[in-house]
C-alpha cells in the first residue's frame, strides 16, 4: 500500500511556475542581509536574501519561494520530501553499512537516526538539517547549493556549504537554487551568531553596483563607533526598501531535463569573500569551533 500511494504520488506533479512575467519581486531579508554584510558583503553585489517565514518550515518555504515565487506550496513539498525518506531507508539510514548518504562519512557532521529523521521530516513545522536538503533535492530532480556564512575566520570551507545532488542524481559542482544557513535573531557587529534560520539567495537580473564607502576618522574612537554604526544602519536600510528585480527560476518540470547544464557562475559567487569556517555549531564564536553539526534550523 505503501508502494502504490508513492506511485501515485509521483504521478501527480508538482505545481506549474507561473511565468507570465519575467522578474519577480521580493522582500530582502535584513537579517541575512546583515549577516552576509558582515561575513561576505561582495556577495549582495550579485545575490540577495529572501524574507522567509521563521516557522519550523522555512526551509521548505524558501525552496517553494525560490521556484515558484510564493512560499504557499511548502507543505507538499514537505510530504513529497518525507515519503521519499520513508520508501528509501537504504539511502537515509546511516546505520546501514551500505548506507548511500554522500555526507554520512563526514567527521564534521552529527546526523539523526532513521527513526528520528522520518518523524522531523514528517512533522509540519519541526526543525529541518542538512538531510531534509538531500530529500527535498531528490524530490524536485535538481541540486540544492548550501551556503553557510564564514562568521569566523577558519581556512577551510564548511561542511554545509556544499552542493546537495539527492538520490538518483549524478554529483554536481554547480546548482541554480541557493539556500543559505541564516538566523532569526539579531546579527552583532563581532561574536556569536545563532544559526537557526533557511532563506534563499536570489540572482539580481542586474548585478548591484555600491558606491564606496567614505569612512572619516576622528580622534574620538566613541565618534568613530558611531559613524560606523549608521553607515552599518543606512546599508542595510538601503538594500531592504530597494525593489528588487530577480531573474526567474526554471519550471521544475525543465529542471528535470537539465541537471547537468546549472550555470558555473552561481558557484563561483559564492568563492568570494574570507575564507569559511570549517566546524559549526549552533552559536559560532571568535576562538576555533567544536562540531556538532547536527544544525537543525526553523
Partial sequence: MARQASVNLRQVALPALDVSTETNSHRVCDKAATLLKRCNPAMLDTFFPVETYGDGNCLFRALSSTLYGTDEHYVEMRLRAAVEVMLNQQYYDVSFHDCMLPCKDNPCLILPDYQRLCSEISHNGTDSDIMAVYAVSSVIGQPIQLYYPPITAQFQTSPLTCVVSGRGQAAARTASIVIMWSTGASVPAVGPVTINHFVPLQRRAVPRVCDETVVVHSDNDDDDDRQSHRAEENYIADLRCEQVQVVNT???????????????????????????CSRITGSDTDGPITMPSRTTIS
Fill in 250 to 276: 526554471p519550471k521544475v518540470a525543465q529542471m528535470q531535463d537539465s541537471r547537468d547544464d546549472a550555470d558555473e557562475d552561481d558557484a563561483s559567487d559564492l568563492d568570494d569573500g574570507p575564507p569559511r
